[in-house]
């Protein structure tokens, strides 16, 4: 049985309901995958220390922790094409996508003379707190004229 949608419930000849996996050989599979990982790249963002990094260097970062690292070997399982299309999807499309997302991170442009083989790298910039709350427009240092 497929399923229309990642959040239907998949009912059995025997009448009961089972939640399932999206079915990750659709288009859409990308985006699966991004929702899948997102929460550890959103966790990876607000434990970085530095201003600036690299796709690559972030990818290493993320890597670097046992739990964090599980999460990345399983997004590239659930792409299913061997593992360098996967790494070639996860690092040019759902990382730099959930970085895209992200109002912590802002693209500074393509990171020139960086090595991937994977993905063309780019240069991401940490926003710092203060931005991202005027941006939002509920900067706690503004002035209260109210």
Do not use: C
Not at 16 to 29: G, H, I, K, N
Not at 75 to 101: D, F, N, S
Request: glycine fraction near 8%.
């Amino acid at each position: 049985m497929e399923l229309d949608s990642p959040n239907e419930a998949a009912v059995s000849m025997d009448g009961r309901e089972s939640m399932q996996e999206p079915a990750l050989d659709r288009p859409d599979r990308v985006d699966a995958i991004i929702a899948f990982l997102t929460p550890t790249i959103e966790d990876v963002l607000n434990r970085i220390e530095g201003d600036e990094f690299t796709t690559p260097e972030f990818i290493a970062l993320l890597q670097s922790d046992p739990a964090m690292n599980a999460v990345y070997e399983e997004a590239l399982r659930r792409w299913g094409e061997g593992e360098r299309y996967a790494k070639m999807v996860v690092h040019g499309q759902v990382i730099p996508g959930i970085l895209r997302r992200s109002d912590l991170v802002e693209w500074r442009g393509f990171a020139h003379g960086v090595e991937d083989p994977f993905a063309v790298p780019a240069l991401w910039r940490m926003v710092p707190p203060r931005e991202r709350h005027a941006a939002l427009g509920d900067d706690p240092g503004a002035p209260n004229f109210g």
